[in-house]
């Protein structure tokens, strides 16, 4: 680990944090950016509404079941090796997936996207992790590095608006020169000589985490288009194959994910936060893409501009939420992100056919406000207190719960604008929809509370053997 503990970053700290924070940037910036070319994917493919759907999920499923594998094949392997790999190949199926015909194959370059993306990841988390000392300088690293992929996410439907109008392949020709020029300065700025974790290959514990991640995911997606019949008998299938895999984990003598990590509440925490954060904010985006296209009429542009005020307040303050991280602990950060998550949803829901921008604007900045505050926050607390050579899992897990989260929230969103809620009534169905992300949300804010009481408690010494188990 480089010493970052007093004094100003070098130029070679800050050049491996502008790498590292390219390749999250471009990560974010995959999941959200297609969904605003979508109609135009369909109109000149010839695709199906449900062939559509795969071009989100297909990398949704890639990138979600992969994770916690990618996670420790870069403590395995080194995360050098690993990230500029992965990026490689994120690059190629940038480049085919702008050039390609066919609807299959499109889906299949946004799948082997969303594989590569799992990869680089946590790589690129664990390195940020494993350079910069615990403490201020990893937090103030962090905060930017998680700004930049909130930022991605959040100006992804923004550059996905102005792309479109240009023509929907530039929405994955666009990344390749981007990632292609992240690869060259990653070879020669990430340091080589870093540690790899001890331990055998768990092939087993690999497969069945992998395939019980993968069905889970496809369930998830899925649940809003097929008979209930086959939702029950996918989602058994996925518990079982996690049962197996934890069953298999707690017995295995160089297990895949060491189950003693989730023993740290403050991780338990932020893996639950991110399950609700993104998780919920993927549903709302979904419900308010079809309500200012479908129900209002706007453009693509004018669609996408709506997200600006919150794209932007995530990119210019979420890199300060370090230096308040280190003041005021994560716990209350989180608190604070979660309040503004639960108001934001609070003010859509007085949503109508002819909404003010009184109404838009406001919503949008407590969006922003909230995931700038506590996304940052979440990773910071799910990595702190974690042996260098297990931040590669660490690291993977926070990513996981997200994408699982995103996977599990639009799923249920999904299935309640399409099933009649609200009386048949679109606009009440809108309504109904957003109620789902608002509850999530009430959800994350009782956690949330939990952890600054957790947080207090920790300061009482009569109360440090109960607090790890709040």
């Known amino acids: 680990m480089m010493s970052t503990r007093e004094g100003r970053w070098g130029a070679s700290l800050w050049g491996v944090l502008i790498v590292l924070c390219t390749v999250v940037f471009l990560d974010g910036l995959d999941v959200s950016m297609v969904g605003v070319a979508l109609p135009s994917i369909q109109a000149e493919l010839g695709m199906s509404t449900s062939a559509l759907q795969w071009v989100v999920s297909g990398y949704v499923l890639g990138y979600g079941g992969l994770l916690l594998l990618g996670g420790r094949t870069a403590d395995l392997l080194g995360r050098r090796r690993v990230l500029l790999v992965a990026l490689a190949v994120f690059a190629v199926a940038s480049l085919l997936g702008g050039v390609v015909d066919n609807g299959a194959l499109l889906i299949a370059a946004r799948f082997v996207k969303g594989m590569s993306a799992a990869f680089t990841a946590p790589a690129a988390l664990s390195i940020i992790t494993t350079t910069f000392a615990e403490g201020p300088a990893r937090n103030k690293a962090l905060s930017i590095f998680t700004a930049c992929a909130a930022s991605g996410f959040s100006l992804g439907l923004i550059l996905s608006g102005l792309l479109t109008e240009l023509g929907w392949r530039w929405t994955f020709l666009m990344p390749v020169p981007v990632a292609i020029a992240a690869l060259i300065a990653g070879a020669r700025l990430l340091p080589r000589s870093e540690e790899r974790g001890q331990g055998g290959y768990d092939l087993f514990g690999a497969l069945t985490i992998t395939s019980g991640m993968l069905l889970l995911v496809y369930t998830v997606v899925e649940a809003p288009e097929v008979a209930v019949g086959r939702t029950v008998a996918t989602g058994l299938a996925a518990a079982v194959l996690l049962a197996l895999f934890v069953w298999w984990e707690l017995r295995t003598k160089h297990p895949l994910v060491r189950l003693g990590i989730l023993r740290s509440a403050p991780l338990r925490r932020a893996n639950l936060g991110l399950v609700i954060l993104f998780g919920s904010y993927v549903g709302f985006q979904f419900v308010a893409m079809q309500y200012f296209q479908n129900m209002l009429g706007w453009s693509a542009l004018a669609t996408s501009l709506a997200f600006l005020p919150a794209g ?6 979420s890199t300060r939420v370090g230096s308040l ?5 994560t716990e209350k950060i989180v608190l604070a992100g979660s309040v503004s998550l639960v108001l934001a949803y609070l003010v859509f829901l007085n949503i109508d056919l002819n909404p003010s921008l009184w109404l838009v604007i406001p919503g949008m900045l407590l969006l922003g406000g909230a995931f700038a505050l506590a996304f940052p926050s979440l990773n910071i607390q799910g990595t702190n207190g974690v042996a ?16 699982v989260g995103g996977a599990v929230v639009l799923a249920i969103v999904t299935a309640t604008l399409t099933s009649g809620a609200g009386g048949g009534d679109p606009l009440g169905s ?17 956690i949330s509370i939990t952890g600054v009481v957790a947080g207090r408690r920790r300061r009482t010494p009569a109360a440090e053997q109960v607090l790890e188990t709040v």
Do not use: H
């Open 312 to 317: 932007l307040l995530v990119a210019l303050f």
């Open 325 to 329: 991280a280190d003041r005021f602990g």
């Open 388 to 403: 260098d050579a297990e931040q590669g899992l660490a690291s993977g897990l926070i990513n996981t719960s997200g994408q």
């Open 430 to 446: 809108t309504r109904a929809a957003i109620v789902i992300s608002a509850v999530f949300a009430l959800i994350g804010l009782g």
